[in-house]
């Protein structure tokens, strides 16, 4: 006798999760990760098998349990509207059966975030959950039944052909709309397309098509052999090792901090389920969840967590990072006892209170110009400008997108430190001091010319400016991101600049370029470097170079540059698969911060700097050109010193970060040359790479080097306990 419908469908579920867990468990036996031992490792494996064998039981129990009431249901008549009595409605079947699963997922996920988010007790929270669960799949079957004879009513009065059957469309429309709804969710959020990577359309397809090959596969056995009493204490026993592992994993994976790298850095599935799931336990909701590995050492503590303002003496470790401040040498090593500020070396003879002209182009990555070593000729104007002025080798934005770096940049703070808005793009609050209200304070009259969204004055990046030309993106709106604004942008501002004297002034002009931002653009009077996207966003450089030339031709010929310095960077680079990600915001590697910083004018002599620098030390690079002190507040540092010929000029480290967010991780980077320390806050990983021989950070060398490894864990807490004031977002 074969084996049911019902009991077929709940084993190929749960051996397809089986099989899907021991992946995960294979890859953690197989982890290279230090101070992993074998007891480790099994223990691991443990942790990463049992939910999926859990959730797998449950979920094949429910499916299985609706299996076999689908099955029953379908051998009967069923009544249609009019009160017909006819055959089985059999081709409205699955379209119902589609359109109710998916309305029982998603009031089950909103339950289940409401629960976990709201209850703080979690026992309570499991019962009403459950009666919920219970409660939805009654009125689910309710409505299955309802929508099966709606649906076969439907075809049967249009009479329609039987694929375009309005039972099966619905079915169709459902299923796209789910699939394109995971997709959107998944290009938002970059922390999960981060850990993910081409796992989910792997995984939306492997794990189905497995479980329907082994339920194909179960159904055809003699109904004895699943249904034997060894196999079901074999099934008992595993659910009771799932449930222990489980509950174990949820509450000590923080206290095993081997075994947490393994899961959260050496698995495929486990991984994004673990950053999907982390918010449902966050109990203090600060953002960071005390179980699941989610790195919050104090969950009834908002003020607690990874990357809080470390408080000293006050008894608690507030960034939950090596404890309280007052048992920690926060001092800095022997070698940086000395840079708490930076020293004061000659300033270059510039002009007094002269132009600024401050060019930023978006998604600029430095090693795609030619002045930094790239092999295409890509920017021939920007390296003509590097010849005559300051290039800065290693320049670096303090974070991977534009709404982290502008405000960073605009502000001369971190992006931790900026008053601002909860919103993933987020508002600038007006208890924020700008560089154009410092400069305007100080008589310069300031002009920007922005070609994003973002630049709108709810979101507050205008505080300050004088001319705020929005004519770009009021033209063009939500579609400037697809539209080539080189040309357009630079004639603007040539327009702007030739409505003024040469004598008048000082002025502080800031002009963005996006061109180079995905998504590219084909330009006919443009170079052709190739299809591929890292060949056309070479042409959108070059596209860029072009006009900005332009703009400099004109200002060089009308005699601007005489009276002004001209600055050009990039607001954060891009990436194209070389640590496993395309474009930016998911990462703190080079291919995503480090950009081009050029700076040319009067008294500047043309010259390399190596020494790293960073994008917070152009506000004081500004107030100095100015004449106007640098405020204490501010954590960077005028650059002029580099054009000094003394070469014994030392930068404090650099200091990048990703505040985690709905869409992101949590990241920290410190670059003291030439050490790039990296810490992953969400996922608990450290690395270290030696930028003097390692410029794309493919080895990471963390092990062979504690000493240094050491000292840096040390500069970097000194940063996130003595030198960055975080804050958390508010309305």
């Given at each position: ?305 990874p990357g809080a303002a470390e408080i000293p003496l006050n008894g ?37 209170r002269p132009n600024l002209i401050h060019i930023t182009i978006d ?133 702007w600049f030739d409505a003024r004297g040469v004598d008048t002034g ?226």
């Amino acid at each position: 006798m074969p084996v049911a419908p019902a009991r077929a469908a709940f084993f190929g579920l749960f051996v397809a999760a089986c099989l899907f867990a021991a992946v995960d468990a294979t890859m953690v036996l197989r982890a290279d990760v230090p101070g992993l031992d074998n007891t480790g490792r099994i223990l691991g494996a443990v942790y990463v098998t049992s939910p999926f064998l859990l959730a797998g039981a449950v979920v094949s129990s429910s499916i299985a349990a609706l299996v076999a009431v689908w099955h029953q249901a379908r051998r009967r008549p069923s009544p249609s509207f009019d009160g017909h009595v006819g055959p089985p409605l059999v081709s409205a079947d699955g379209p119902a059966a589609i359109v109710t699963f998916v309305g029982f997922a998603a009031a089950c996920f909103g339950a289940t975030y409401l629960i976990a988010t709201r209850t703080h007790h979690r026992g309570l929270g499991s019962t009403a959950f459950a009666l919920f669960a219970g409660v939805s799949a009654l009125l689910g079957f309710w409505c299955w039944q309802f929508l099966r004879r709606a649906l076969s009513d439907l075809d049967d009065r249009l009479g329609f052909a039987s694929v375009l059957r309005p039972s099966r469309l619905v079915g169709a429309a459902t299923l796209a709309f789910v699939v394109s709804l995971g997709w959107a969710t998944l290009a938002k959020n970059d922390a999960l397309a981060e850990v993910v990577g081409t796992w989910p359309p792997i995984f939306a397809f492997a794990f189905p098509a497995t479980a329907f090959l082994l339920t194909t596969l179960f159904r055809k056995m003699p109904e004895a052999r699943l249904g034997s009493p060894s196999l079901q204490r074999v099934a008992v026993t595993l659910a009771l090792v799932a449930l222990a592992g489980t509950a174990d994993l949820l509450r000590f994976l923080d206290h095993r901090p081997p075994v947490k790298a393994a899961l959260l850095e050496h698995t495929l599935i486990f991984r994004p389920l673990a950053l999907i799931t982390q918010p449902m336990f966050d109990e203090d909701h600060d953002g960071y969840s005390g179980l699941l590995g989610g790195g919050d050492c104090n969950d009834e503590n908002p003020a607690v967590y990874p990357g809080a303002a470390e408080i000293p003496l006050n008894g608690l470790d507030d960034d939950c990072f090596g404890g309280d401040a007052a048992g920690i040498d926060v001092a800095a090593d022997e070698a940086s006892d000395d840079e708490s500020d930076a020293p004061d070396y000659p300033r270059p003879d510039v002009l007094p209170r002269p132009n600024l002209i401050h060019i930023t182009i978006d998604t600029l990555r430095a090693d795609h110009l030619g002045a930094y070593g790239h092999v295409r000729e890509t920017s021939p104007n920007l390296d003509a400008l590097a010849r005559r002025g300051l290039r800065f080798k290693w320049a670096f934005s303090q974070g991977a997108q534009t709404k982290v770096s502008i405000p960073s940049m605009f502000s001369g703070r971190y992006f931790s430190e900026v008053e601002r808005s909860p919103d993933s793009w987020a508002t600038i609050w007006p208890e924020n001091i700008l560089v154009a209200e410092r400069l305007a304070d100080a008589g310069y009259h300031t002009a920007g010319f922005p070609s994003h969204r973002f630049f709108l004055p709810l979101y507050g990046l205008n505080q300050g400016f004088h001319d705020w030309d929005l004519g770009l993106v009021e033209k063009f709106g939500p579609r400037i991101v697809n539209v080539s604004t080189s040309t357009q942008t630079t004639d603007r501002v040539i327009d702007w600049f030739d409505a003024r004297g040469v004598d008048t002034g000082p002025y502080y002009v800031w002009i963005h370029y996006f061109d180079p931002h995905h998504w590219y653009q084909s330009h006919d009077d443009g170079e052709d470097f190739g299809e591929k996207d890292e060949d056309r966003y070479d042409e959108e450089i070059r596209h860029t170079d072009k006009h900005v030339g332009r703009l400099l031709d004109h200002l060089e010929r009308a005699g601007w540059l005489k009276s002004s310095y001209v600055f050009v960077q990039g607001d954060h680079g891009e990436g194209f698969g070389q640590h496993g990600y395309r474009y930016h915001g998911q990462h703190l590697f080079n291919d995503q911060v480090r950009v081009p910083l050029i700076v040319a004018g009067p008294a500047l002599p043309p010259r390399v700097v190596e020494h790293p620098v960073a994008l917070v030390d152009l506000v004081p690079t500004f107030l100095d050109l100015a004449g106007i002190d640098r405020p204490l507040e501010l954590p960077g540092f005028s650059v002029l010193p580099f054009a000094s010929a003394r070469t014994g000029y030392r930068r404090p480290p650099v200091y990048i970060e990703m505040i985690r967010d709905s869409n992101h991780s949590d990241r920290r980077a410190l670059i003291e040359w030439p050490w790039k320390y990296q810490l992953g806050i969400t996922f608990n990983e450290v690395t270290l790479y030696d930028l003097s021989s390692d410029p794309d950070e493919q080895v990471d060398v963390l092990a062979a080097n504690p000493p240094v490894h050491e000292r840096l864990e040390k500069r970097l807490r000194r940063f996130m306990a003595n030198e960055v004031r975080s804050i958390q977002p508010r309305q």
